[in-house]
């Protein structure tokens, strides 16, 4: 089955930086794109970035565009965000989730998540 | 950026009632839009995409449709297991993809 672990999360201070991964398996990963989302304590959903199969495009939204990097190890079936110049409202819970469509196309929608990891931006 | 609009906030029911859940889009973004559920500490799930297509293995009182700018969830004869918070998606305006601010849907 389907399966995606995050990992990497934990209390950061402002101004510094954190790498998140997120390893896949039960599915052939490198023909899937891949996406973060976050969600702020108490807070709805917020999409960040995602990446092609291939990770030859990546995409991000404009909070973290500048800052934060997706990237993918499909030798590894593992996914990355890179994040820089942490801010407080990049506190949240980050998970990484399948896009739909799967067979090297991109549906925007995600069919499978991980459980998440939380990161903490305090002094 | 396109704004998800969610209405209610919340919805307080009964195990068996019918319950819908609205989502306007602050412009027309055809038929891209999902739904996924999310219960406390767990990640969301996804429901309906595509506005009216249900996912595999969601069950068939859930229900999708709308296009444009309106959109709706219907969950008929409610469920235990359902009483959670909802959240619709756009997929038209790619790569900034929103979501609304969430419909919680609580136990009467």
């Known amino acids: 089955q389907v399966q995606l672990v995050e990992s990497g999360g934990g209390v950061v201070q402002p101004g510094r930086s954190l790498r998140l991964s997120c390893e896949a398996s039960g599915f052939t990963f490198n023909t899937y794109a891949m996406h973060w989302v976050r969600q702020a304590p108490g807070k709805g959903l917020e999409w960040v970035a995602g990446i092609r199969y291939d990770g030859s495009i990546e995409f991000y939204a404009d909070s973290v565009k500048g800052r934060f990097t997706i990237s993918r190890d499909n030798s590894y079936n593992t996914l990355y965000l890179q994040m820089n110049s942490l801010r407080g409202e990049d506190t949240a819970v980050y998970f990484c989730?399948?896009?739909?469509?799967?067979?090297?196309?991109?549906?925007?929608?995600?069919?499978?998540w991980g459980q998440g990891t939380l990161v903490a931006v305090a002094s | 950026d396109i704004q998800m609009t969610q209405s209610p906030s919340s919805v307080s029911a009964s195990v068996g009632d019918t319950v819908t859940i609205t989502c306007r889009a602050s412009?027309?973004?055809?038929?891209?839009l999902a739904w996924y559920q999310q219960k406390p500490g767990k990640a969301p799930k996804l429901l309906i995409y595509?506005?009216?297509i249900l996912q595999r293995g969601v069950p068939s009182r859930f229900s999708g449709s709308g296009a444009g700018t309106d959109f709706t969830l219907t969950i008929s004869s409610l469920q235990p297991e359902d009483f959670a918070t909802y959240y619709c998606?756009?997929?038209?305006?790619?790569?900034?993809?929103?979501f609304g601010g969430g419909t919680k849907v609580e136990i009467k």
């Open positions: 595509s506005s009216a």
């Open positions: 989730a399948r896009d739909l469509q799967g067979q090297h196309l991109i549906a925007y929608y995600f069919d499978h």
């Open positions: 412009q027309d973004i055809r038929s891209w």
């Open positions: 998606q756009q997929a038209n305006s790619v790569p900034r993809l929103t």
